[in-house]
């Protein structure tokens, strides 16, 4: 078995380590003997966004989301568009969640007109979202506590083409208002957690691996895997700021 991934912009959406969501996706496929075939996909290269099981987009600032714009609507547009239709994984982190709503609109003024698959709109703020934080997934996305990390001025508000990823427990989350965080289509995962987000949260990241194997193979289930350090530094976050202030 095999799953090919592509890494869409990662030359420009790289912020925060997110490439380490790469390789955590790629280990626990590998730890249990099945293939990842990793596609990089840079600014000004092609690729069959057709052929990917799982499609990850990192985060970037204000000016790398202008730079790819013209790249974007060259045709990858329409094919994330068709991908995300037909039921691809993806995981698109901050800025690359941003990239697939209708618009991202800066502080500044700048608008970002993106590609629409998400029935959601980013309006920039004076005050940046910065710190660390946690969610809990909805059931339909793993029902998983999630810890991680944001640093956005954008505020996400969700249409009702979309639901949400999770609910806050502490931090901002999409607006810091509405007390969501992320937001879910088909198979198409949206999150504001950068750091990497997977390394200290194992089962979303089985979660995420299972949808594209279920479409893929029809597997219902992975073998389990030791996660004593992973779920021990989860918890460690967890109760590091499990006081934090919920701006939701
Ligand atoms: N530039 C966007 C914002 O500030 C996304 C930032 C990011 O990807 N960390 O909201």
């Known amino acids: 078995m095999e799953l090919n991934i592509c890494h869409m912009y990662p030359d420009v959406l790289n912020l925060y380590g997110d490439r380490g969501d790469i390789i955590t996706l790629c280990r626990r496929l590998n730890w249990r003997g099945i293939d990842a075939n990793v596609t990089r996909l840079p600014i000004g290269e ?50 690359g969640y941003q990239m697939l709503g209708s618009y991202y609109e800066t502080f500044e003024g700048q608008r970002c007109d993106f590609i629409g698959v998400l029935d959601l709109y980013t309006v920039g703020s004076k005050d940046r979202m910065i710190g660390n934080y946690s969610f809990t997934c909805e059931e339909e996305s793993g029902g998983s506590t999630v810890v991680g990390f ?62 594209a194997l279920q479409r893929k193979y029809g597997t219902t289930e992975l073998a389990p895997l030791d996660d004593a350090p992973e779920i021990s530094a989860h918890d460690e976050m967890l109760a590091r700021f499990s006081h934090q202030k919920n701006h939701g």
């Open 46 to 95: 092609k690729a069959d966004l057709g052929k990917a099981d799982l499609i990850f987009i990192g985060g970037g600032q204000d000016f790398e989301q202008q730079v790819l714009l013209e790249d974007l609507h060259r045709g990858k547009d329409r094919e994330i568009r068709d991908a995300a239709e037909d039921g691809v994984t993806f995981l698109t982190i901050c800025g």
């Open 150 to 211: 944001e640093n956005h001025s954008g505020r996400t508000m969700l249409g009702s083409g979309v639901r949400p990823l999770g609910r806050v427990l502490s931090g901002y989350g999409n607006n810091g208002k509405d007390g969501t965080e992320g937001a879910r289509y088909k198979n198409v995962f949206g999150t504001y957690s950068h750091g990497p987000l997977l390394p200290k949260n194992p089962a979303f990241c089985d979660f995420l691996l299972l949808t």
